[in-house]
């Protein structure tokens, strides 16, 4: 049986491709270290962000409407650093980038080590930036066990 070992990329369809740039390459690039490119696929332009483990790539939408988290589809997409001090850190740099982010803090009601920052990008697509914890750590390191 093929075991998934990751995402490879996941596409967001953007109203603004310009305005979206703007606010991805202070999650993305400034606040998460991902690199950027561009390319065109079928007339349209994108721009894919990534780093060591996938790709985050924006194309413009050709139907436009607000995204609406709690209809069927996503609700939220939620990236993950090594530690809550990063968590605290990638807040505090979106917020000084004019980014709406939430104070980080603990999430108790989630898991004991649960800490986390939300906010959301220009087309309401809510985003989340949380620490990697102890359970997931566990399961990572531990899944051949019984």
């Known amino acids: 049986m093929a075991e998934v070992t990751g995402i490879d990329h996941i596409y967001i369809t953007v109203?603004?491709?310009?305005?979206?740039e703007r606010?991805?390459?202070?999650?993305?690039i400034e606040a998460l270290g991902f690199r950027k490119n561009r390319f065109t696929l079928a007339d349209d332009p994108?721009?894919?962000y990534f780093n060591r483990h996938f790709g985050f790539v924006l194309r413009p939408a050709r139907v436009h409407a607000r995204h609406e988290p709690y209809s069927p589809g996503l609700h939220h997409f939620c990236l993950r650093v090594d530690?809550?001090?990063e968590v605290h850190a990638v807040a505090g740099q979106l917020r000084n980038a004019g980014i709406d982010a939430t104070q980080a803090q603990l999430y108790p009601q989630y898991a004991a080590d649960y800490t986390a920052t939300f906010f959301t990008d220009p087309d309401g697509i809510r985003l989340e930036v949380?620490?990697?914890r102890q359970e997931r750590r566990e399961r990572h390191d531990n899944w051949m066990r019984p």
Do not use: E
Not at 15 to 20: G, T
Not at 23 to 28: I, M, P, R
């Open 15 to 20: 109203s603004d491709l310009a305005k979206s």
């Open 23 to 28: 606010f991805y390459d202070q999650v993305l």
């Open 46 to 48: 994108h721009i894919q």
């Open 83 to 85: 530690s809550t001090a």
């Open 130 to 132: 949380t620490n990697y």
